[in-house]
């Protein structure tokens, strides 16, 4: 471990790494309810279990089950199997589940490291396509492309200001509505598609001559708009840079991965 890191990181890149600290400040409306679950949950883990083991097997479970959705309904227009929208909408379940505790067993074990805080918002990164995508082919949105772009776009982005004001300011904040609760609507909207199939979703709604689709679409942009809003604030008020969730040391992606295969 050490010959890999003299090797392949700098000296400063080693101080910032060592300086680092985890900051988050949550405010999620789920978090403080789904609390009780989680510290069950990570109980049951056995303790040898590592906290990047548990992290890489949610995010397969979760790649997994959007990957199945998506061959049934590449165009976001087919009407997928109702047991592949529950089967997402269960792996998404699994893979929120784990990646809530990850953290937790990495604290528990006496593993916690900047590495692995990398490592699992790397994760989080990929999986925020198959999420996106998973929510667009439960209420084919296909039929609408250009909103089709407009909702992945959105999460992708969102996602990464969300870091980028954590660099700035040093601490990673959720709102009262964030990524818990889209991850439990998006959960829901599969459910609704695994229930009733996905073409509920096109019933037009009595007197405002608009399918059922448009009402999770323009709930999204709201919320899409707030969280914007917010990062973009911090990003330009809330400091100068410091060591957040991203770890920003200036390391090229290359020395990263081998690191971490190597601790």
Known sequence: MRFYRQKLLTEAQ????????????????????????????????????????ITI???????LTALILIWYAPDAKTEAP????????????????????????????????????LFDHGCDSLSTVFVALSACIAIQIGYYPGWMFFQ????????????WQTYVSGTLR???????????TIMSILTISAIFGSTIWST???????????????????VAILLAQANISVIFTGGVGKNGSTVAVRISPKPVLVALLHL
């Open 14 to 53: 080693l101080k910032r790494l060592g300086e680092h600290q985890y900051s988050c400040q949550s405010v999620s409306i789920l978090d403080s309810i789904l609390q009780p679950y989680w510290n069950w949950l990570v109980s049951k883990v056995p303790i040898w279990l590592a906290p990047n083991l």
């Open 57 to 63: 097997l949610g995010l397969i479970i979760n790649i």
């Open 82 to 117: 109702r047991w592949a929208s529950a089967f997402c909408a269960l792996g998404l379940f699994i893979y929120q589940s784990l990646d809530a505790i990850d953290g937790k067993q990495a604290r528990r074990t006496g593993t916690a490291n900047p590495l692995g805080e």
């Open 152 to 163: 992945c776009f959105c999460a992708m982005t969102l996602f990464y200001c969300a870091h």
């Open 174 to 184: 959720f709102g009262k509505v964030d990524v818990t609760e889209a991850q439990f």
């Open 204 to 222: 037009k709604l009595p007197t405002l001559d608009v399918e059922l689709k448009m009402i999770p679409l323009v709930i999204a942009c709201g």
